[in-house]
T-cell receptor
Framework: GQNIDQPTEMTATEGAIVQINCTYQTSGFNGLFWYQQHAGEAPTFLSYNVLDGLEEKGRFSSFLSRSKGYSYLLLKELQMKDSASYLCAVSDSNYQLIWGAGTKLIIKP | ETGVTQTPRHLVMGMTNKKSLKCEQHLGHNAMYWYKQSAKKPLELMFVYNFKEQTENNSVPSRFSPECPNSSHLFLHLHTLQPEDSALYLC??????????????FGPGTRLTVL
């Protein structure tokens, strides 16, 4: 079967760095997405990785290792507004998105 | 504002009621999706429409009935729902179904409670 695993909840301190991991087992691979979802709001796109390596976009970076079925989202200089759920999703061989359950990130002052 | 709107934002209905959820996208996309989001569970893909044609139906019970009259509008008709159907229902759109880096844009969702 297809499976996406990510931690249920993480806590970090304002100004710090946090890494949210995602491991996957899917039938085929056409890229991995990270989305951010604030409580009661729509998920919004953060990043897309299809090749191995690190993609940096401001305070957020996303890493992919296809051989290990592994990705992480790195958030630097954490701000209170970063408190949200972070969703990992993999595009499978049919380009259908397979979603993880999301990681709820709590930022403390 | 993602360019995808959903109404109503909140809905409470009894098991014998009939209601409809509406989604509209202003992005010129060709594909539209219905997802169910339950607490601490992955997003569940329900239906996909590409160029107004239904291309996916992930074993969704018949008490959920989708309708896509054009590429900009998507409806989800609900009847004789069960309490376990209570969830957040999200609509999304993308340029096309499939293809690399095909980012999906989500609406804010309808919070449905079935009594």
């Amino acid at each position: 079967g297809q499976n996406i695993d990510q931690p249920t909840e993480m806590t970090a301190t304002e100004g710090a760095i946090v890494q949210i991991n995602c491991t996957y087992q899917t039938s085929g691979f056409n890229g991995l997405f990270w989305y951010q979802q604030h409580a009661g709001e729509a998920p919004t796109f953060l990043s897309y990785n299809v090749l191995d390596g690190l993609e940096e976009k401001g305070r957020f970076s996303s890493f992919l290792s296809r051989s290990k079925g592994y990705s992480y989202l790195l958030l630097k200089e954490l701000q209170m507004k970063d408190s949200a759920s972070y969703l990992c999703a993999v595009s499978d061989s049919n380009y259908q998105l397979i979603w993880g359950a999301g990681t709820k990130l709590i930022i403390k002052p | 504002e993602t360019g995808v709107t959903q109404t109503p934002r909140h809905l409470v209905m009894g098991m014998t009621n009939k209601k409809s959820l509406k989604c509209e996208q202003h992005l010129g996309h060709n594909a539209m999706y219905w997802y169910k989001q339950s607490a601490k569970k992955p997003l569940e893909l329900m239906f996909v429409y590409n160029f107004k044609e239904q291309t996916e139906n992930n074993s969704v019970p018949s008490r959920f009935s989708p309708e896509c009259p054009n590429s900009s509008h998507l409806f989800l008709h609900l009847h004789t729902l069960q309490p376990e159907d209570s969830a957040l229902y999200l609509c999304a759109s993308s340029q096309d179904q499939g293809g690399p880096s095909n980012e999906q844009f989500f609406g804010p969702g309808t919070r449905l409670t079935v009594l």
